[in-house]
């Protein structure tokens, strides 16, 4: 039977043994160590211990009945086979009453749709070493079974695990220790790049795995690590380089960039630091190491670290990694873009009437392409571009129609909505005369 079913049972067992070392005096008395009624709890709870020796966690939590919620969810997730062989666990024991906190949300996790995020949530409770109450609280690396982390400390003169108060500690199985908490733990739910599109500092780089077409890869169960530029980070590019990376002949650049700041698997702060290197969804190595007092990753400070996802982890930097393949891939860029704009600066022919509806559809698609919404960005593009192919040919040229049915023929091909969207966006500029800015997301005036 499963570790996660024998949190059931361990609050009426775990009155003593509570922190031995390792705590100042405030600590241990909030867990009443050193009392005179855990004293005698701790000879009774020793004797009956020596009297009949500790069955597995499982069956310990058997014997109570005071964690039915709990028992009832492990056998929900199908965890009961896959943590019931032997080992060393720490499991972290939500009451009833815990459960019964998340109202709702509780009774939800429990549906069968719901089963995987269920096994997330209990295996977030459980690590794969046993420690007693006084080494969670010294311990800074609490990993769990899930891959996350939990945090430890010591408030209002309790013990937490999270925003869990630790209620009763130190139950000992033959497999493992159990300590007893008054709410349930509920790890990170959201992705990697559910997480960077909330945070308006990313912008940029969402636009940018959205363009390299990497949006899956990066929802998808990983794990990963992922370091992430801020738009800052973006703006410090050389004039003309993230615009050629934007464009869909220099996808495959962009997407060997994007996947050299990400690492295959959860990879927290203090981990990379003491690791020095480690090797990237692209191949290369990139190497973390402290540098002034600050943790840096190939000369990027990484200025936030450990914001954890339910696939992985993100750390902030304040400048984009390039490997060594698109370094010299890059080089020409702003050259080749350079010699593009004379072209693009020619005096507009086309008639003031479909200048104003280019405009127009401009003015709208650029904030729908900079909040993410590329298809809608691309389909404001398209129907202002079809608007004006119906008009006479004495407001819309023959060169001037041509470029823009071959910007509706190869948007039609192209399956990503934000490079079907820069497609337009340029036809539309070239026939107002006009250069395109393919500029950081974040900036509405210079969006797609």
């Known amino acids: 039977m499963n570790p996660l079913l024998a949190l059931v049972g361990i609050a009426g067992l775990s009155a003593s043994a509570l922190f031995t070392s390792g705590l100042g005096a405030s600590a241990r008395a909030a867990l009443g160590v050193g009392a005179a009624s855990s004293v005698t709890a701790s000879a009774a709870a020793s004797s009956a211990v020596a009297a009949q020796p500790a069955g597995t966690i499982a069956q310990v939590a058997e014997q109570a009945g005071q964690f039915t919620t709990l028992l009832k969810a492990a056998q929900a997730a199908g965890l009961a086979e896959a ?22 949300r509780g009774e939800a996790l429990l549906r069968p749709e719901n089963r995987e995020r269920l096994r997330q949530v209990l295996s977030y409770h459980v690590l794969p070493q046993q420690l007693s109450a006084a080494n969670v609280l010294a311990n800074d690396d609490l990993k769990t079974l899930n891959g996350q982390r939990l945090a430890t400390s010591f408030k209002d003169g309790r013990v937490r695990v999270n ?31 559910q997480v960077a599109s909330g945070n308006h500092s990313f912008r940029t780089l969402v636009a940018a795995v959205q363009a390299a077409g990497l949006v899956e890869a990066l929802s998808g169960p990983g794990p990963f690590t992922v370091f992430a530029p801020t738009d800052e980070a973006f703006a410090k590019l050389p004039a003309g380089t993230l615009e050629a990376l934007l464009k869909p002949e220099n996808r495959e650049t962009l997407v060997a960039i994007l996947k050299y700041h990400v690492v295959p698997a959860r990879v927290y702060a203090d981990e990379a630091a003491i690791a020095g290197v480690a090797t990237t969804l692209q191949g290369e190595k990139v190497t973390p190491a402290f540098n002034d007092g600050r943790l840096k ?8 670290t450990d914001l954890d996802a339910s696939n992985g982890v993100i750390h902030v930097i304040d400048s984009v990694l390039l490997p060594e393949e698109a370094r010299s891939a890059l080089s020409a860029a702003p050259a080749r873009a350079a010699s593009r704009t004379g072209d693009a600066m020619r005096a507009p022919t086309a008639s003031a009437g479909v200048q104003r509806a280019l405009a127009r559809a401009i003015e709208r698609g650029v904030p729908l392409f900079n909040m993410g919404d590329a298809r809608a960005c691309a389909e404001v593009y398209t129907t202002a571009i079809e608007g004006v192919l119906e008009r006479p040919e004495t407001e819309l040229g023959d060169a001037d129609r041509r470029v823009l049915r071959d910007a509706l023929t190869a948007a039609g091909a192209e399956r990503d909505a934000a490079a079907r969207a820069w497609l337009l966006r340029e036809a539309m500029d070239r026939v107002l005369g006009q250069p395109t800015e393919r500029m950081a997301p974040a900036r509405p005036q210079q969006g797609a």
């Open 83 to 104: 943590l019931g062989a032997p080992g060393t666990y720490t499991v972290f024991a939500p009451t009833d009453e815990a459960f019964a906190r998340l109202g709702a």
């Open 297 to 304: 990753v190939d000369g990027s400070t990484i200025v936030t």
């Open 163 to 193: 925003e869990s108060n630790i209620v009763a500690t130190d139950v000992a199985a033959s497999n493992g220790t159990i300590h007893v908490i008054d709410r349930v733990l509920v790890p990170a739910r959201e992705n990697i790049v």
